[in-house]
């Protein structure tokens, strides 16, 4: 009989695994609020494992584990950076207000790549356009997809 069609526990089936979710190479630098939001998502992996344990579950079993590895891998690589108040300089953390090329203001906060959200106005400090702001100042100009944009405030302060 051919064993091409039989379940063998290929690909995590059966196994209780399922593939690790990919980790960015780059630093993990968070915010306090990052710091709070892995925090948070490690003890939810917890609580679902052992929801899915005393289910007996291997499916949501095998969901929570890949989590929980994801979520302890992030905690133990997280450094905590509080920007510092009073900076002329763009920073890690800070809220970055730029004049666009059309006008619009907009504001950028740069954060950790898990609490990057860009409809909330928070970008990864990986980000190219992070990346482009860092060091810069008031009234410097940094590349956008849209053009060129100015910066027109720098705001230390934490995020409510």
């Known amino acids: 009989m051919s064993r091409a069609f039989t379940r063998d526990g290929q690909e995590g089936e059966g196994t209780g695994l399922l593939p690790d979710r990919p980790i960015s190479p780059h630093r993990n630098l968070v915010t306090r609020r990052g710091l709070g939001q892995i925090e948070a998502a490690l003890a939810a992996a917890r609580h679902d494992m052992a929801t899915a344990e005393r289910a007996g579950d291997r499916h949501a079993l095998a969901a929570a584990s890949r989590e929980l590895r994801y979520w302890a891998a ?3 690589s997280a450094e905590l950076v509080v920007p ?3 900076s002329d300089e ?31 106005g928070r970008i990864g400090h990986a ?6 702001m860092f060091g810069k100042g008031i009234g410097d100009a940094v590349s956008t997809p849209a053009g060129a944009a100015e910066i027109t405030a720098i705001d230390a302060s ?3």
């Open 127 to 132: 980000a190219p356009l992070a990346r482009s």
């Open 74 to 76: 992030r905690r133990a």
């Open 90 to 120: 763009v920073r890690f953390g800070m809220a970055v207000h730029l004049k666009m090329p059309d006008g619009r203001e907009v504001t950028w906060r740069i954060v950790g790549e898990d609490e990057a959200n860009a409809t909330e």
């Open 84 to 86: 510092v108040e009073g």
């Open 158 to 160: 934490p995020e409510g």
